[in-house]
T-cell receptor, first 112, second 109 residues
Framework: DGGITQSPKYLFRKEGQNVTLSCEQN?????MYWYRQDPGQGLRLIYY???????QKGDIAEGYSVSREKKESFPLTVTSAQKNPTAFYLC???????????FGQGTRLTVV | RKEVEQDPGPFNVPEGATVAFNCTYS??????FFWYRQDCRKEPKLLMS???SGNEDGRFTAQLNRASQYISLLIRDSKLSDSATYLC??????????FGAGTTVTVRA
């Protein structure tokens, strides 16, 4: 089945540790996105990538890093520089004409 | 200023009512527009795209006004299952996909 997969669904980390969230898609989509959602709030764009080996900062990129070495993969690293990392992280992908963005089921990161 | 701003609501309406809400966007380079629906603690899912001429999908009607840079969604004959958060989404010509904070709709029996 085609889709977009995020793993793990729940993740716990100690403060000060870097953590990498996985996002894989087999939809052959060019564009991929990472968003963060806090309780009762909308989605805020962290990073996006239109094509392999290229990505752009979104609205809240500080404390995060990404890579796009393969078309199907867009991992997000939450670094220790991110002051409030506990959140729900959503990955999405879409075609270049972006008629629709498909989302993974999200990763709930809790930093203690 | 946020790129996409929505009326947050909440809108609390009885079954069968009509509810409508708007969204404004700030970047005139925006090229495509969508409404997504998000249920509690789930990922967003596409409700409908929004076209310049306006479009309907069953009980849902979307309108786009490029001159005033706003988008609207109208839900007719509300059902209990329409209770959700509705997200306004704007795609720029550089492929940046931005979401509004969402409008919460609760339909009561």
């Amino acid at each position: 089945d085609g889709g977009i997969t995020q793993s793990p669904k729940y993740l716990f980390r100690k403060e000060g540790q870097n953590v990498t969230l996985s996002c894989e898609q087999n939809l052959n989509h060019d564009a991929m996105y990472w968003y963060r959602q806090d309780p009762g709030q909308g989605l805020r764009l962290i990073y996006y990538s239109q094509i392999v080996n290229d990505f752009q900062k979104g609205d809240i990129a500080e404390g995060y890093s990404v890579s796009r070495e393969k078309k199907e993969s867009f991992p997000l690293t939450v670094t220790s520089a991110q002051k409030n990392p506990t959140a729900f992280y959503l990955c999405a992908s879409s075609t270049r004409d972006s008629r629709e963005a498909f989302f993974g089921q999200g990763t709930r990161l809790t930093v203690v | 200023r946020k790129e996409v701003e929505q009326d947050p609501g909440p809108f609390n309406v009885p079954e069968g009512a009509t509810v409508a809400f708007n969204c404004t966007y700030s970047n005139s380079a925006s090229q495509s527009f969508f409404w997504y629906r998000q249920d509690c603690r789930k990922e967003p899912k596409l409700l409908m795209s929004v076209y310049s001429s306006g479009n309907e999908d069953g009980r849902f009607t979307a309108q786009l006004n490029r001159a005033s840079q706003y988008i609207s969604l109208l839900i007719r004959d509300s059902k209990l299952s329409d209770s959700a958060t509705y997200l306004c989404v704007v795609l720029r010509n550089d492929y940046k996909l931005s979401f509004g904070a969402g409008t919460t709709v609760t339909v009561r029996a």
